[in-house]
C-alpha cells in the first residue's frame, strides 16, 4: 500500500473534528478510514462505563447488529480487553501484543465472532475518556498482514485527533445538559431565560421565557431576539455586542439591567450577562457564551410563593401574613379567597394589616411596590 498524502488526511481530520459536533458523522469517517488504510472493518466504540451502555458505536463493514453482538455476548469474555486496559491510553497496540496463537485459537470471542467478522487481526488503541471506555481498531482487508510501518504512521497521526473530538464531543454534550439544567431551575422560579451561542444565536430558550413571547415581550427571529419596545431593542443590542467581545476586549462591567413593558402594561425586568460555561472564550456548537434573564416586576401570576417566603422573612412575616401578602399579589380577592379556606375575611383583613405594619407600607399598592422592587434586586 502507498502511504495516503496529506492532501487525503487532512480533509479526514477536519471531518474528525466536526463529529464532535455530528456524532452520526462516525459511520462515514470508519469508513473513509478504512478505505485509507486498505482495511476491512473499522470499528469506534464508546461505552459508558458506569451503567454500562454504549454512547458511541460507529463502524465500517461491521453491521450495528454485529456491534450490539460484541458488547453484549463477547466483550466480557475477549481476553484482548484485560491486556488492552493494562496499556497506556493513545498507544497503538497490534493484535500480536495482545495475544498469541494459542490464547487466540482457544478464545471464543475470538474463534466464533472476531474471525467471522474480519476482526481477528485488529491495529488500535485504548482512546478511555474520564468514566468512558473507548476503543478504535482497523483490521486488515482478509489477507491478514499486519500494517506496515508507515501505514502505522497514518494510524499514529489520526488516533489522537480522534481521541481529542472525542473529549470535544463530551465536553459540549456536558454544557448542553448544564444549559438545560439551568433552564429548568429558573422555570421553577419563574423567570425566562435565552441562551445564545458565540454568534449571537439563540441556543436555548425555556418554557417561561416561551410564555413571555407570547405576551409581546420579544420574538425570535431566524434565531436572533428582537424586542418588540425600539429602544430596548437598541440596548440589548449593544449589550449583546459587548459581552459577546474577546476576552482581551471584554469590559469588566460587559452587561446591562433594564426594564420593557408590554401592551398590557406589565413589566419586565432584563439582564444580559457574559456565560463562560467551562471558562473558555470559545463556543462550540450549542455552548452558551450569554445568558438573557427576563424577571416579571409587576405581572401579579409570576410572583412565586418562593418569592414571597424570601420577602416574608426579610420582615419576620408569620406564614398566615405571607398568605395574605400573596393574596395581595395575585389581585385575589379577599373574602373570596378566605371562603375558599374557610376563614373569616376579616381574619384575613387582620393578618394583612399586621403584615403591611411590619413592612413599613400604608396601601396595597406600597405593598405591590415594595414586593416588585425586591424581586428585581434579586434578579440583579
Excluded at 112 to 126: V, Y
Excluded at 187 to 204: R, S
Excluded at 237 to 255: E, G
Excluded at 285 to 310: F, M, T, V, Y
Aim: one cysteine or more; hydrophobic letters at 40%; glycine letters at 6%.
Amino acid at each position: 500500500m502507498t502511504v495516503p498524502a496529506y492532501s487525503k488526511i487532512n480533509p479526514l481530520i477536519l471531518k474528525i473534528y466536526e463529529a464532535a459536533l455530528q456524532p452520526d458523522l462516525w459511520g462515514q469517517i470508519t469508513l473513509e478510514i478504512s478505505d485509507l488504510m486498505n482495511s476491512g472493518a473499522t470499528q469506534l466504540l464508546v461505552l459508558d462505563n458506569e451503567n454500562s451502555t454504549q454512547i458511541i458505536a460507529a463502524s465500517s463493514r461491521l453491521c450495528q447488529e454485529g456491534q450490539r453482538e460484541y458488547v453484549a455476548n463477547y466483550a466480557p469474555i475477549d481476553l484482548r480487553v484485560p491486556s488492552l486496559l493494562k496499556r497506556n491510553i493513545g498507544s497503538l497496540v497490534q493484535e500480536h501484543m495482545l495475544l498469541n496463537e494459542d490464547e487466540k485459537s482457544n478464545n471464543a470471542a475470538v474463534t466464533n465472532f472476531l474471525q467471522r467478522h474480519d476482526l481477528d487481526n485488529l491495529t488500535g488503541s485504548n482512546l478511555s475518556i474520564g468514566s468512558s471506555w473507548v476503543w478504535f481498531g482497523t483490521a486488515r482487508k482478509g489477507d491478514g498482514n499486519i500494517y506496515t510501518k508507515d501505514e502505522l504512521a497514518v494510524l499514529e497521526l489520526l488516533i489522537p485527533h480522534i481521541r481529542k473530538a472525542l473529549r470535544l464531543h463530551q465536553s459540549i454534550e456536558s454544557t448542553k445538559s448544564q444549559s438545560s439544567g439551568l433552564a429548568d431551575i429558573f422555570n421553577y422560579a419563574g423567570k425566562g431565560i435565552v441562551l445564545f451561542n458565540g454568534n449571537g444565536k439563540v441556543c436555548l430558550i425555556n418554557n417561561f421565557a416561551e410564555q413571555l413571547m407570547n405576551k409581546n415581550i420579544f420574538t425570535v427571529r431566524r434565531g436572533q431576539i428582537y424586542f418588540k419596545n425600539q429602544s430596548a431593542h437598541k440596548r440589548f443590542t449593544r449589550a449583546l455586542d459587548a459581552v459577546l467581545a474577546p476576552l482581551h476586549k471584554l469590559h469588566q462591567t460587559a452587561q446591562d439591567t433594564f426594564i420593557v413593558s408590554n401592551s398590557a402594561g406589565y413589566d419586565y425586568g432584563i439582564r444580559l450577562v457574559r456565560h463562560l460555561g467551562d471558562g473558555s472564550e470559545v463556543s462550540y456548537g450549542e455552548c452558551a457564551s450569554a445568558l438573557l434573564l427576563i424577571s416579571p416586576l409587576n405581572d401579579p401570576s409570576n410572583i412565586s410563593q418562593k418569592e414571597i417566603d424570601r420577602f416574608g422573612d426579610l420582615f419576620a412575616l408569620t406564614d398566615a401574613e405571607k398568605r395574605a401578602v400573596k393574596i395581595v399579589a395575585d389581585l385575589t380577592d379577599i373574602s373570596q379567597f378566605a371562603r375558599q379556606i374557610g376563614l373569616k375575611p376579616d381574619s384575613v383583613r387582620k393578618q394583612l394589616k399586621s403584615a403591611m405594619a411590619k413592612i413599613g407600607v400604608s396601601s396595597q399598592k406600597e405593598l405591590i411596590q415594595r414586593l416588585e422592587r425586591f424581586c428585581f434586586i434579586q434578579m440583579r
